[in-house]
């Protein structure tokens, strides 16, 4: 299996803008994590998903973010409109089995900068 | 309800042995151990659950106290591929398998 993938693996915009991270699970997996990692605030839970259904978004920092997953192999995590504190590393993972009972496996993160 | 890692960092010669905790203020559930090395993603290396199960990788020991709410991480030995940023994730009761992780720990492991 290629593991999790995601895309873009660098993505630099303006202010404003709006910005779609995407991830691919890896196939089989019931879970998917999204994450956020800044040297402030270190690796922060955004939301995430069991069988293609959000469970716990609270992570979430404000309405800007929003997250979906239409089908079992694809999310997005969309910031719209993007701010300077919105610059991080987000890792998408996914797992199988019961969560919090089985290793996370992490995609290489999209690093994203906003000017 | 951030875990609290320590030390912040630490280097090492090849060889020597190193501790890493994780406490929390709160009953933990689990914790989960991984490492992430610069620029790279997060890797898992252990889980160990309330009631002694442990998942992990073979050459990694760990501990979980349940009454004192904490964690250690035991590298021994340490090699330079042990070089990284070691992160717990504790996961609280009624928490649906969510994971708060530590600031971190940084290991040098020096030749």
Redesign the interface.
């Known amino acids: 299996d290629a593991g999790v993938i995601q895309s873009p693996r660098h993505e630099v915009t303006e202010m404003g803008q709006e910005v779609t991270l995407r991830c691919k699970p890896i196939s089989g997996h019931d ?1 998917l994590f999204w994450y956020r990692q800044t040297m402030m605030r ?4 955004l939301i ?1 998903f069991n069988n293609n259904v959000p ?2 978004d609270s992570g979430m920092p404000e309405d800007r973010f929003s997250a979906k997953m239409p089908n079992a192999s694809f999310s997005t995590l969309k910031i719209q409109p993007s701010e300077p504190r919105d610059s991080a590393v987000y ?1 998408c993972a996914s797992s199988y089995g ?12 999209t690093r994203l900068t906003v000017l | 309800q ?1 875990p609290v890692q320590s030390p912040q960092a630490v280097i090492l010669r090849e060889g020597e042995d190193a501790v890493i905790n994780c406490s929390s203020s709160k009953a933990l ?2 914790v ?1 151990w991984y490492r992430q090395k610069h620029g ?5 290396l252990m ?1 160990l ?1 309330k009631g002694g199960e442990q ?1 992990g990788h073979e050459k990694i020991s760990a501990s979980f106290n349940e009454k004192k709410q904490q964690s250690s991480l035991y590298l021994t030995a340490s090699q330079l591929s042990y070089s990284g940023t070691y ?1 717990c994730g504790t ?1 609280l009761y009624n928490q ?9 720990t940084e290991l040098s492991v020096k030749p």
């Open positions: 879970y270190g690796l922060e839970l995430y469970i716990d890792f019961v969560v919090g009972r089985d290793e996370q496996f992490f995609g290489p993160g | 951030q559930y689990s989960h790279e993603a997060p890797v898992f889980i659950l998942k992160f996961e649906g398998g969510k994971l708060i992780f530590g600031q971190g």
